[in-house]
């Protein structure tokens, strides 16, 4: 790789390929570093460019992961938009981290990095658009100079300059001469909205083809002629130690050549260094590694943990909900609850728990590591490139310039892979070995050794008035804190755990929401939806819980909880908008036919909630016939504001449905002596086909006067609570604890 100024990039592209090639305005990605194979077959790491051939084909870097969200395709289609590109000629590639020097100091060149977390398009829509709008300015320079016509009495299409008489100049005849055009020193006007032609409009993933075919390349599938292949072994205790191991039956395996000991750094945080002591079984291929690490004999000792299981955790959240001491955190607090506790006409308890969750990724955990002494190269299917980046420089001692990571399509992420764990184990195998070396866990380890979501406990009280009215809410709940062991002072754990302004803060005049902080040693970490899953599941079941005791219809009741359209003040800055709410509620009603709602034979439920300025509503149809529960329709209405790709996002929230269903109906992690004691994906529970709905109904209501919101998790809070509110309906049972199926069976 070498370091070539932009304009000096811009020279040598056109002389050697006649292609334009244009960075995002951002000063950091001025002077990135360009990998010289760019102007071959290499096309990793280059930046968040794009680039025009000569052919008229455009490559369109996209700088966050693609996790099966679609982020690449609405991110590429943003840039592509801008530029007037046609979109049957854009090529869409990922692009890793990368950083550059500023003042002295190491900056990223690319700003946000950072996938499955809902922010790739807000954070998108704000810095990417000028990358597009700088090419389609360049183009249109070029083809005032060749068509002799004033740039601004010209129009680009679909790929094209057209002037007024109709002549007509492909960006591929234009790109060379683009590329010797001096940028603008002011920056390049945007599009108006009205001006749109890719925005708005659906398409499919821009790498479908590849992914159907098999053509798609993950992390797992990454080789390389000289590596080695490294199978773990770790320790069923996080803090547990290796008591005894005999590698003989091992090493005398074929292929095997060292079995190699990790154990995690000191004073490091979870997610940053190997998650527990592990043994790693170095072979020449994966079948002898695998065979290796079945054959070697391994005692370990338990830690402190020993004695851990979810139902002590479980009961400790108990004790602590029914006590009267002080939370951990009290996150909102209006009005006064106990003075309307008083005024009380009907006071309505309820109690709801949900299990511990593993992230149950398709792609198990891997990376490739190449270390040298003065050079890194890594392909990380990774959530989040530059924390990644940071692991590997720590541990190698390298500067940023001096190491390479590719980030290729990922196969799942819901957030285990913001964690870097095995990046760790596989740059200190990189170290310890004189190759690079594959690093693979097998599913049995990845579903045993996740950062899972804590499992938690809601104690719910609402105090009715004399005229019906919703006078308070007291919320309190119980979790082992996701970010403890990471760094976090203890009195800002509570941040990941709820978000003071969660439904239905600032709906009701007196209004408490408190944490209670567990304590537990299995660790855990970030997980899709969280912390809104959990919340929306007790609120929402809450709610029907509400209407049923005060004989309404549930649909009736959260409306004039809703009140009249008005903005909300949110902690933090924002506002909740009570009319979106109202009418992606009113919507999904409207599609599940909820005026049948009573007379029904079948159940159904309904719930709403807002996220990250998005809002959702689903509602539910479900059936039971003996032991069988049967999701007859489901309904998904969202608002995210302006919809970049609609095809991108139905599938996102379709998707997103069938897991939040699929979580709510089966899953469960238990923990039993300090050990999970799920070990595959049918004792997980994963739903198979025939307990989902054969289709999710998705209704995106289009606001182009907002700019848009993430939406790669705003289908999971609502789609559990609206189906066990239809359960409800259909059974008269209140299931209050996830698993569903498990406590409806034990309650029928």
Known sequence: MIRLSRRRFLQVLAGATGALVVGIPLVDAADAPVPTGWLGDQIYGLGAYVRVDADGSVLIGARDPETGTGAATALARIIADEMDADWSSVRVIALGPDTTQVGGKTRFVYGHQLGGTGTSVPSAWNDLRPAGALA?????????????????????????????????????????AAAKIDPPKAPVPLKTPDRFTLIGKGAGDANARAVVT?????????????ALVAVMAHCPWPDGSLDRIDTAKALAI????????????KDQPLGTTPRCVAVAVVAENTWAALRGRAALELKWKPGASAGESTAAIEQQAQT?????????LRMRNDGDVDAASKKAARRIEATYVQPWLAHAT????????????????????????????????RLTGLSPAQITIRVPRVGGGYGRRLDHDYVAEAVMLGKMLDKPVRLLWTREDDLAHDFYRSGSVHAMQAIIGRRRQLLAWNHRFATAPALAGRGVPDDRLGIAEANPGHLPAGLVPNFRLDWYALQATTPRGPMRGMPDTAQAFAVESFIDEIAHVMRENPLDTRLRVIGEPR??????????????????????????????????????????WYMDGAYVAHAVEASMQGEQLTIERAVCVADI????????????????????????????????????????????????????????????????????????FLAMPTAAPALANAVFRATAVRVRRLPLMKELLRLL
């Open 362 to 393: 398709a792609e198990p955990m891997n990376c490739f590591a190449r270390i040298d002494k003065d050079r890194a190269e890594l392909v990380i299917p990774t959530q989040a490139p530059q924390q990644a980046l940071a692991v590997v420089q």
């Open 136 to 176: 389609r300015w360049l183009l249109l320079q070029a083809a005032a100079r060749q068509l002799g016509v004033p740039a601004d009495q010209l129009r680009c299409e679909a790929g094209h300059v057209i002037s007024g008489d109709g002549r007509r100049l492909g960006y591929g005849q234009l790109a060379a």
């Open 254 to 265: 074929k292929g095997v050549q060292k079995i190699l000991r990790l154990a995690p750094e």
């Open 567 to 608: 903005q909300l003040p949110l902690p933090g800055g924002g506002a909740l908008d009570t009319g979106r709410l109202a009418n992606v509620l009113k919507l999904a009603a409207e599609r599940i036919d909820w005026a049948t709602w009573l007379h029904t034979v079948n159940g159904l439920g309904i719930a709403a």
């Open 320 to 328: 602590l909900l029914a006590g009267d001491g002080a939370p951990a």
């Open 641 to 712: 504001g302006r919809a970049i790709n609609p095809t991108g996002l139905e599938g996102q929230l379709a998707g997103a449905t069938l897991d939040a269903f699929g979580q709510a109906l089966n899953q469960a992690i238990t923990i039993r002596d300090g050990q999970v004691q799920q070990r595959d994906w049918s004792a997980y529970g994963l739903a198979g086909m025939a307990q989902l709905p054969d289709a999710v109904e998705v209704v995106v209501i289009a606001d182009n006067d907002r700019p848009p919101a993430g939406a790669s």
């Open 214 to 226: 098999g053509q798609a390349r993950f992390g797992i599938d990454h080789a390389s002629d000289d």
